[in-house]
């Protein structure tokens, strides 16, 4: 088994963090980057597709609000 993936939050300056990335829940879903428990969630490390990330959510609740919304022509059958 191989060295310990470390985190790789601001890699390369003299804040770096020198913990370990976790295996499972570590790498980020949307810039596919190794993080510890600390910095793993998108707004921990300032994750460069966050704002495509919140929009498809947007989408997506905006989708589902539509294709629930009350039509008038089946209040009046009711």
Do not use: W, Y
């Not at 294709?67 to 089946?74: I, W």
Request: with cysteine; net charge positive.
């Amino acid at each position: 088994m191989g060295a310990k993936k470390r985190c790789q939050f601001q890699l390369g300056t003299d804040d770096q963090c020198n913990l370990a990335a976790l295996r499972i829940v570590g790498q980020c879903p949307h810039c596919r980057v190794q993080f510890c428990g600390d910095h793993r969630l998108p707004e921990h490390h300032s994750c460069n597709n966050l704002e495509d990330c919140r929009q498809q959510a947007f989408d997506r609740n905006k989708t589902k609000l539509e294709s629930e919304r009350t039509v008038a022509s089946k209040m009046a059958t009711a």
